[in-house]
């Protein structure tokens, strides 16, 4: 009962009572107020302490020498350095744990920002090396995607770069935005090249071609001058353009203009030809009538001399009477196959003469002997007569060709027996096939270029090098064919199970996620299947693009169908951003989430665009929460000011003041609006509320309690008041207790607050004991209860028993009792 009612009360306190005992605890009261009065001083020093702010070693002292849990804990709320923050951490730790959980919290906050900056820094530093190594690297391959995906990774870290790496950095990717601009500029250039040589290649052939047709020209027929002329002009644009700031081959050029000579050299002869037309007809009339004279002969050769008509090409029927008056007989072209032939063997080999001529002037062995070989099989075909006007230019060429062999040879053999040495060399190493493979193809190269040699002796050795290196790659690329067959067989069997997947597929129920990955498998496995065979794969590719596209036209349709479920979704998400209430257009928001995953297969980058949208509306949805609850938090921040502004007066007035303070107290309590304060400052108002509302219950009860003992005293002196001026319920309550003597009514209440009898009643204090036991009373009993116990027996005693006088002696043990309650 003692220790409930020291709970309950929380003071040790006593109101003033007429006997002897409160007297003599009256002088004690004066001590305890100073004191209670210095920790309130202390404790608003604290509290302004924290509003200046302090600094950080104020805080972290207020954080373990804070006079409340709830100073403690907002000095430890200022607290941000990382050093104080763990010494204070070591110091609450087993003292206060709410100080200590704030405090490991803060500082996990601090451990998890260092180590996002480590890796940020970290990041940084890679990225700079990166692009440093990539400025300086001799791979070019993707150059571009990699410095895009670098430039990409910068800009998420860039905001945390210092202005020196941020410096680097950029100085590295304006380097490497240098050498991709000269690698596209170098690109273009080697197309336009490309492109060049292509189209001067094209026009040789041509011209070429056109000038074999005009050979075999019927001589019945004239060609167009027309069509000969637009073709010249044409194709002397198009070399003019082919040959415009870049490097012609000298060969090539010649090439060009020597058949454009001769294709000038016909157009002109035809064109006069058509300008003489009406004299070569009267020509054939004089001829017709036989009755040619002098002039007529000297006219046929003077139109002769200007027509020209170049040799190797069948002169037409129009030509045929001036030349039989000029004498001329007609050039047996058509007529004779055989000469024609070896006309054309010696143009041929008047062509491949200038050209061997050329490249013997440029040193160029390898090309003089190929062409060599060339003009003697023309020069074999050839007749006496024409044979003889191409000997002796044959035998100066030959002799040229002999001494750039012998000096050719004499340069060229030190490189070649460092060849051999290579070659040799590269037998014995063991390096992978292919490479090996590529190497002895430069070497081989590289001996072409030399020209080959004449010694024997040095060839075969540089063979023998050579076959001995290739050896370990012959089974190697052995084995290649058996997996390029592999690869094939693979990719044919990929063939079959998509073609019957796509044939038996049911497209109205199948699962569209399903058929994307079988899709993306098969195009992952074809293209793991490899090398290949080119000419086998040919066939077997075109069957595998035309399933692809079988696949993919269903696919399409179902990524569309699904990209307008979504594209809705979206429009429906944009709609709620001003939807009323708020909490129903979250709720719609996040039904539209899962409505979302729920939609099947999309195209990857519509996906994107759909989402980002998606996202930025749900976003604006809740960002109008977060909106809310910050004003929210505003309110609470203002009502957790206003209510601190009354709990620091409130805290100032103790359970010992008078019922006025008390009841002032109570009211400003009451009046504090707690549904905006936050949850900490709501629980300390309840806590002064109880306080409060425990110090007037304990006033309301030392007061009645002091009235009881006048009662008590009032019977021992035989002044016993009237019944009406007992409380209304004692009557009820002095039944209730039953009839008791004085002595058990003392013992009882003596019971009942703890309070020891006398020896002489000790016998008489168990039994009542036992007896209550047996009632199922005893310390189990309820603090109301037994108190209520104690106002019956009090009861009892001033009204029961008034009639009766009291021994003082039992009157002063009942109001000893009596004593005991208010003390605890």
Same mark, same amino acid.
């Given at each position: 009962?003692?220790?409930?009612?020291?709970?309950?009360?929380?003071?040790?306190?006593?109101?003033?009572?007429?006997?002897?005992?409160?007297?003599?605890?009256?002088?004690?009261?004066?001590?305890?107020?100073?004191?209670?009065?210095? *920790?309130?001083?202390? &404790? !608003?020093? %604290?509290?302004?302490? /924290?509003?200046?702010?302090?600094?950080?070693?104020?805080?972290?002292?207020?954080?373990?020498?804070? /006079?409340?849990?709830?100073?403690?804990?907002?000095?430890?709320?200022?607290?941000?350095?990382?050093?104080?923050?763990?010494?204070?951490?070591?110091?609450?730790?087993?003292?206060?744990?709410?100080?200590?959980?704030?405090?490991?919290?803060?500082?996990?906050?601090?451990?998890?920002?260092?180590?996002?900056?480590?890796?940020?820094?970290?990041?940084?530093?890679?990225?700079?090396?990166?692009? =440093?190594?990539?400025?300086?690297?001799?791979?070019?391959?993707?150059?571009?995607?990699?410095?895009?995906?670098?430039?990409?990774?910068?800009? *998420?870290?860039?905001?945390?770069?210092?202005?020196?790496?941020?410096?680097?950095?950029?100085?590295?990717? =304006?380097?490497?935005?240098?050498?991709?601009?000269?690698?596209? @500029?170098?690109?273009?250039?080697?197309?336009?090249?490309?492109?060049?040589?292509?189209?001067?290649?094209?026009?040789?052939?041509?011209?070429?071609?056109?000038?074999?047709?005009?050979?075999?020209?019927?001589?019945?027929?004239?060609?167009?001058?027309?069509?000969?002329? #637009?073709?010249?002009?044409?194709?002397?644009?198009? +070399?003019?353009?082919?040959?415009?700031?870049?490097?012609? !081959?000298?060969?090539?050029?010649?090439?060009?203009?020597?058949?454009?000579?001769?294709?000038?050299?016909?157009?002109?002869?035809?064109?006069?030809?058509?300008?003489?037309?009406?004299?070569?007809?009267?020509?054939?009339?004089?001829?017709?009538?036989?009755?040619?004279?002098?002039?007529?002969?000297?006219?046929?050769?003077?139109?002769? $001399?200007?027509?020209?008509?170049?040799?190797?090409?069948?002169?037409?029927?129009?030509?045929?009477?001036?030349?039989?008056?000029?004498?001329?007989?007609?050039?047996?072209?058509?007529?004779?196959?055989?000469?024609?032939?070896?006309?054309?063997?010696?143009?041929?080999?008047?062509?491949?003469?200038?050209?061997?001529?050329?490249?013997?002037?440029?040193?160029?062995?390898?090309?003089?002997?190929?062409?060599?070989?060339?003009?003697?099989?023309?020069?074999?075909?050839?007749?006496?007569?024409?044979?003889?006007?191409?000997?002796?230019?044959?035998?100066?060429?030959?002799?040229?060709?002999?001494?750039?062999?012998?000096? %050719?040879?004499?340069?060229?053999?030190?490189?070649?027996?460092?060849?051999?040495?290579?070659?040799?060399?590269?037998?014995?190493?063991?390096? !992978?096939?292919?490479?090996?493979?590529?190497?002895?193809?430069?070497?081989?190269?590289?001996?072409?270029?030399?020209?080959?040699?004449?010694?024997?002796?040095? +060839?075969?050795?540089?063979?023998?090098?050579?076959?001995?290196?290739?050896?370990?790659?012959?089974?190697?690329?052995?084995?290649?064919?058996?997996?390029?067959?592999?690869?094939?067989?693979?990719?044919?069997?990929?063939?079959?199970?998509?073609? =019957?997947?796509?044939?038996?597929?049911?497209?109205?129920?199948?699962?569209?996620?399903?058929?994307? &990955?079988?899709?993306?498998?098969?195009? %992952?496995?074809?293209?793991?299947?490899?090398?290949?065979?080119?000419?086998? $794969?040919?066939?077997?590719?075109?069957?595998?693009?035309?399933?692809?596209?079988?696949?993919?036209?269903?696919?399409?349709?179902?990524?569309?169908?699904?990209?307008?479920?979504?594209?809705?979704?979206?429009?429906?998400?944009?709609?709620?951003?001003?939807?009323?209430?708020? =909490?129903?257009?979250?709720?719609?928001?996040?039904?539209?989430?899962?409505?979302?995953?729920?939609?099947?297969?999309?195209?990857?980058?519509?996906?994107?665009?759909? +989402?980002?949208?998606?996202?930025?509306?749900?976003?604006?949805?809740?960002? *109008?929460?977060?909106?809310?609850?910050?004003?929210?938090?505003?309110?609470?921040?203002?009502?957790?000011?206003?209510?601190?502004?009354?709990?620091?007066?409130?805290?100032?007035?103790?359970?010992?003041?008078?019922?006025?303070?008390?009841?002032?107290?109570?009211?400003?309590? *009451?009046?504090?609006?707690?549904? %905006?304060?936050?949850?900490?400052?709501?629980?300390?108002?309840?806590?002064?509320?109880?306080?409060?509302?425990?110090?007037? #219950?304990?006033?309301?009860? &030392?007061?009645?309690?002091?009235?009881?003992?006048?009662?008590?005293?009032?019977?021992? #002196?035989?002044?016993?008041?009237?019944?009406?001026?007992?409380?209304?319920?004692?009557? #009820? /309550?002095?039944?209730?207790?039953?009839?008791?003597?004085?002595?058990?009514?003392?013992?009882?209440?003596?019971?009942? @607050?703890?309070?020891?009898?006398?020896?002489?009643?000790?016998?008489?204090?168990?039994?009542?004991?036992?007896?209550?036991?047996?009632?199922?009373?005893?310390?189990?009993?309820?603090?109301?209860?037994?108190?209520?116990?104690?106002?019956?027996?009090?009861?009892?005693?001033?009204?029961?028993?008034?009639?009766?006088?009291?021994?003082?002696?039992?009157?002063?043990?009942? $109001?000893?009792?009596?004593?005991?309650?208010? @003390?605890?």
């Amino acid at each position: 009962m003692a220790a409930f009612l020291q709970k309950l009360f929380k003071s040790r306190k006593s109101t003033t009572a007429p006997d002897r005992k409160a007297k003599a605890k009256a002088p004690a009261q004066p001590v305890a107020a100073p004191v209670e009065d210095k *920790r309130a001083d202390l &404790r !608003e020093e %604290q509290l302004q302490a /924290l509003q200046a702010p302090p600094t950080q070693e104020v805080a972290a002292g207020l954080a373990i020498e804070g /006079l409340t849990a709830d100073i403690r804990l907002r000095a430890v709320n200022q607290l941000e350095e990382a050093e104080l923050l763990t010494r204070v951490q070591k110091q609450a730790k087993g003292r206060d744990k709410g100080v200590y959980q704030v405090v490991r919290q803060k500082l996990q906050v601090i451990r998890d920002e260092q180590t996002r900056q480590e890796a940020v820094s970290a990041t940084i530093a890679a990225l700079i090396r990166n692009a =440093h190594d990539q400025a300086k690297s001799d791979d070019t391959s993707l150059y571009g995607a990699r410095l895009d995906t670098l430039m990409n990774q910068w800009a *998420r870290v860039e905001t945390s770069a210092t202005p020196d790496q941020l410096s680097e950095f950029l100085q590295s990717a =304006h380097r490497c935005r240098e050498r991709l601009a000269d690698m596209e @500029a170098a690109r273009v250039e080697e197309q336009r090249q490309r492109e060049q040589q292509l189209q001067r290649n094209e026009t040789l052939v041509l011209i070429a071609r056109t000038l074999e047709d005009l050979r075999h020209q019927p001589a019945e027929e004239l060609a167009s001058l027309a069509s000969l002329d #637009a073709l010249q002009k044409t194709q002397e644009n198009r +070399w003019l353009e082919a040959t415009r700031d870049t490097q012609v !081959e000298k060969q090539q050029q010649k090439t060009y203009e020597a058949s454009m000579m001769v294709l000038r050299n016909y157009i002109s002869a035809i064109r006069q030809i058509s300008q003489a037309k009406d004299s070569l007809l009267s020509l054939s009339a004089t001829v017709a009538q036989e009755e040619t004279s002098p002039e007529d002969r000297e006219r046929a050769q003077t139109l002769l $001399n200007e027509i020209n008509w170049p040799q190797g090409f069948l002169a037409p029927d129009l030509l045929e009477p001036a030349r039989k008056l000029a004498g001329k007989p007609k050039a047996p072209v058509e007529a004779n196959d055989d000469s024609k032939q070896k006309q054309a063997s010696a143009d041929s080999l008047k062509t491949s003469l200038d050209q061997l001529e050329d490249a013997l002037e440029a040193k160029q062995l390898k090309e003089s002997r190929q062409l060599m070989k060339t003009a003697q099989q023309y020069y074999k075909t050839l007749d006496h007569r024409l044979g003889k006007s191409f000997q002796a230019r044959m035998q100066l060429l030959t002799g040229q060709l002999r001494e750039l062999t012998d000096w %050719q040879g004499f340069a060229t053999e030190p490189k070649q027996v460092a060849l051999c040495e290579q070659m040799e060399h590269l037998a014995e190493q063991p390096i !992978e096939p292919e490479a090996k493979a590529e190497h002895i193809k430069e070497l081989q190269k590289e001996w072409q270029e030399l020209g080959g040699s004449s010694d024997r002796t040095l +060839w075969s050795r540089f063979k023998q090098a050579s076959d001995k290196a290739y050896e370990p790659c012959k089974t190697y690329f052995k084995a290649k064919s058996g997996l390029k067959q592999a690869n094939l067989e693979k990719r044919k069997t990929i063939c079959a199970e998509l073609e =019957h997947f796509v044939n038996g597929a049911d497209w109205n129920t199948v699962d569209w996620k399903a058929v994307d &990955r079988i899709l993306q498998t098969a195009r %992952q496995e074809w293209k793991s299947a490899w090398p290949i065979e080119f000419r086998d $794969n040919r066939q077997v590719q075109k069957q595998f693009d035309d399933l692809l596209k079988k696949l993919e036209a269903p696919i399409d349709q179902e990524r569309q169908k699904n990209e307008a479920l979504k594209q809705a979704i979206v429009e429906q998400a944009q709609a709620l951003t001003e939807h009323e209430p708020l =909490h129903e257009a979250m709720n719609k928001a996040k039904a539209l989430q899962s409505d979302w995953k729920a939609v099947g297969i999309t195209r990857h980058r519509e996906d994107r665009k759909l +989402w980002q949208a998606f996202r930025k509306a749900c976003d604006e949805v809740f960002a *109008r929460r977060d909106s809310e609850r910050s004003e929210q938090q505003q309110a609470s921040k203002e009502a957790d000011s206003s209510a601190e502004t009354v709990l620091q007066q409130v805290a100032s007035v103790s359970s010992d003041q008078d019922a006025q303070s008390l009841e002032q107290a109570a009211a400003a309590l *009451r009046g504090l609006d707690v549904a %905006q304060v936050s949850a900490g400052v709501k629980e300390r108002v309840q806590q002064e509320k109880q306080r409060i509302s425990q110090a007037v #219950a304990a006033q309301k009860l &030392r007061a009645g309690i002091s009235e009881w003992q006048a009662f008590v005293l009032a019977r021992a #002196a035989g002044e016993a008041p009237a019944d009406r001026d007992f409380p209304g319920k004692w009557a #009820a /309550l002095a039944e209730s207790a039953g009839a008791l003597d004085d002595q058990e009514l003392v013992i009882r209440a003596e019971i009942l @607050a703890g309070v020891s009898s006398p020896e002489e009643d000790q016998n008489k204090r168990m039994e009542i004991q036992v007896q209550r036991l047996a009632e199922g009373m005893g310390s189990a009993e309820k603090a109301d209860s037994a108190l209520q116990n104690i106002e019956a027996l009090v009861a009892s005693w001033c009204i029961q028993s008034a009639a009766q006088p009291a021994d003082p002696a039992l009157a002063s043990r009942l $109001n000893n009792a009596l004593d005991n309650l208010i @003390a605890y």
